[in-house]
């Protein structure tokens, strides 16, 4: 299965809303985590089956979709916010990563 | 709290076999239900799945690394390995190893890493 990650990059600023999409080739119900990756440092789970918050994350940030198209929003960006973020998944004993949203100072 | 500590030659030359180690504290290998798997990100890019292992030794690969790719492990040691052979340039990559644990309806993702460690391919 392929997962395609849109846009590539983009820039926000401070309080503005973002959302990052994430397009499997084939359905995969909700079998879609979100990690969030600072420079030099390994990825976190953000969210897990499509939606749901891993625990201690902000509630800024949520997850929707099912089937083949899923989004991850951040409701009013923060500082500390500004990383790369990727959508992964689980299926059939196959793990795959999206190509990743650089998310920058506007 | 899980730990993971990656360990291996940071350097390794066009056609040999690239060797890592990650090594677990705090938990055990064979904790059942837990998965282990590696993950690499080459320079300025994204993460690619290298391959998995079950806590009962089944291995999962990435079918584009298959053949060159040998995950293993080592209970007495509380290890697991990673070994890819012929490699080169495109290899060259901060190499990280993960346990996943399985989530409800979403199957496994990594929810403790290593800190990473960089391979590079060159003469």
């Known amino acids: 299965i392929q997962m395609t990650q849109s846009p590539s990059s983009l820039s926000a600023a401070v309080g503005d809303r973002v959302t990052i999409t994430c397009r499997a080739s084939q359905g995969i119900a909700n079998a879609l985590g979100w990690f969030q990756q600072k420079p030099e440092k390994a990825p976190k789970l953000l969210i897990y089956?499509?939606?749901n918050l891993e625990s201690g994350v902000p509630s800024r940030f949520s997850g929707s979709g099912s089937g083949t198209d899923f989004t991850l929003t951040i409701s009013s960006l923060q500082p500390e916010d500004f990383a790369t973020y990727y959508c992964q998944l689980d299926y059939n004993y196959q793990w795959t990563f999206g190509q990743g949203t650089k998310v920058e100072i506007k | 709290q899980v730990q993971l500590q990656e360990s291996g030659p940071g350097l390794v030359k066009p056609s040999e076999t690239l060797s890592l180690t990650c090594t677990v504290s705090g938990g055990s290998v064979s904790s059942r239900g837990y998965y282990w798997g590696w993950i690499r990100q080459p320079p300025g890019s994204g993460l690619e799945w290298i391959g998995s292992?079950?806590?009962?030794?089944?291995?999962y690969y990435n079918p584009s690394l298959k053949g060159r790719l040998t995950i293993s492990v080592d209970t007495s040691k509380n290890q697991f390995s990673l070994k890819l052979s012929s490699v080169t340039a495109a290899d060259t990559a901060v190499y990280y190893c993960a346990r996943l644990r399985s989530y409800p309806g979403s199957g496994r993702h990594p929810d403790f890493w290593g800190q990473g460690t960089l391979v590079t391919v060159s003469s």
């Open positions: 292992l079950s806590y009962s030794g089944n291995t």
């Open positions: 089956a499509a939606s």
